[in-house]
């Protein structure tokens, strides 16, 4: 077969299971505070340790309040939650970062930012965004709470191989499209369900001209198209990313370490189960309208007039757009907006605040939003400090909050109010998400910008 991801899974392979899974060694275990304490009850009742505690690293994201992390959570099952995972980090002898550790942010910013994702490595934690992980050429992908007890027993895991599958896109992106909108655009072909029991390679012109942020916010978006996983052949883009991280590899490790990364790719004569080739110039900036991150269309386009045209079931187009208050054929430009979010582990990068702050320099946040914009770590936080960008956006308005997951999802103070229509450059728009009864449309960070001037959707072609 000779595809990458047939080289790095067969190299973890610890034994082939006869008509049943393959036992998978782990390279890297990321645990956050939601997915982890019954696996740590287990290995407690089993009167279990890690089998490999340097190769398992923890802090808390979900339940993080995004001000005052200095003083104590208010909310009890949040303060439970962060609290029982530094626990169990000092119980079992693992690397935790919790809150206002210079290290701390949302697990899948840290690790690549910290070195710690790193080419030809498998790495799982109990999220599904772990597919983030795969922009750095590894294999990544997410994990119940039975599976992460059996990886900190064992730092093994038991898989069935998933299918392989290349999604090449070539030619330029035009003016103002982001690798969210390359995602949104692939969510929309391919519908939420397209990818499922595969593995996706990405590749073509435009994946190789594409930054590590805007990789691994592609990446992070597999899982929306069903996906099991998604990645990108390491090359001269990830090597300098990686370089100097805390945990990259130095000195003559660096130089070994790179002559075996360069060895991570597809080879020309490699078959996939399944090829599919897209055309970068059918790519514009992306909103979604419905209540799955599938539900999209150009941000110049009409929401679909069908199901059929919508790519969904028919009772589930109409209860999507009755719950978002929107009717199909209706265009969106010009809806009026209440919430602005920029962050999560989708788009809480450097370069995302880069791109809000490109947008919003020399005007004002409207009058009548709210925005929330939430760095990914502590090390996003003081490179958007370094690089003066908090000044050019407190001139217009916004505010910084601390790192954490935020309104990505209803699971600490940052919750979208019932009936507000929020713009997120997040990964998930399901009813509820950002909270009870909150609207969701999941958009680029310059979507999320040119909403947050001017207070309804507007395309950001207009404002760069």
């Known amino acids: ?37 019954q696996a740590f009850d287990g290995m407690r009742a089993r009167g279990l340790k890690c089998f490999r505690p340097g190769q398992i690293f923890c802090m808390p994201d979900h339940n993080t309040p995004t001000h005052d992390q200095d003083k104590p959570i ?35 910013v840290v690790g690549p930012e910290k070195g710690l994702s790193l080419p030809g490595m498998t790495i799982v934690c109990g999220d599904s965004h772990t597919s983030t992980h795969g922009a750095m050429g590894a294999v990544a992908f997410g994990i119940g709470t039975s599976e992460v007890e059996m990886v900190l027993a064992s730092q093994c895991i038991l898989q069935q191989k998933p299918k392989s599958m290349r999604i090449t896109i070539n030619g330029q992106l035009g003016k103002g499209v982001t690798a969210k909108d390359v995602a949104l655009y692939l969510m929309a072909q391919l519908t939420t369900s397209g990818a499922t029991g595969y593995f996706v390679e ?58 075996y990364w360069k060895t991570l790719k597809s080879g020309d004569d490699a078959v996939f189960d399944k090829e599919l080739i897209f055309k970068a110039e059918d790519v514009e900036p992306r909103i979604t309208y419905g209540t799955n991150p599938g539900m999209g269309i150009g941000i110049t386009e009409n929401i679909p007039e069908t199901a059929a045209q919508a790519k969904s079931p028919e009772q589930g187009f109409q209860k999507a757009l009755d719950y978002m208050g929107f009717q199909p054929g209706e265009k969106l430009l010009g809806k009026k907006v209440d919430y602005v979010f920029l962050g999560a582990c989708t788009n809480g990068r450097i370069e995302d605040f880069r791109a809000f702050a490109s947008i919003v320099k020399g005007r004002q946040k409207a009058k009548d939003v709210i925005a929330w914009l939430v760095p990914g770590s502590w090390a996003v936080d003081r490179q958007i400090r370094e690089e003066g960008l908090d000044k050019v956006l407190e001139a217009a308005g916004f505010e910084i909050r601390q790192p954490g997951c935020s309104a990505c999802l209803a699971m600490n103070d940052d919750k979208i109010p019932a009936g507000k229509l929020s713009v997120s450059t997040s990964n998930r728009n ?20 040119a909403a947050a001037v001017t207070g309804v959707i507007t395309d950001p072609r207009e404002m760069i």
């Not at 597999?222 to 099991?228: F, Q, Y």
């Open 1 to 37: 077969m000779n595809t990458l991801f047939d080289k790095i899974w067969d190299k973890h392979v610890v034994q082939q299971v006869e008509d049943g899974p393959t036992q998978l060694y782990i390279d890297r275990l990321y645990c956050h505070e939601v997915t982890s304490p």
């Open 74 to 108: 208010e909310d009890p099952v949040s303060k439970k939650q962060v609290d029982t995972l530094a626990k169990n980090a000092a119980e079992f002898g693992l690397a935790h970062y919790g809150m206002m550790d210079k290290s701390n942010g949302i697990i899948h």
């Open 202 to 259: 990405y590749a073509g012109d435009v994946i190789t001209t594409l930054s590590m942020e805007g990789r691994l916010t592609l990446c992070n978006l597999s899982i929306e198209m069903g996906a099991r996983g998604g990645f990108i052949a390491p090359d001269e883009t990830t090597f300098a990313y990686i370089k100097g991280r805390d945990f990259a590899p130095k000195g003559d490790d660096w130089d070994k370490a790179v002559a």
């Open 430 to 449: 399901f009813e509820g998400r950002q909270g009870p009864g909150a609207r969701t449309i999941l958009a680029s960070p310059l979507v999320a910008a």
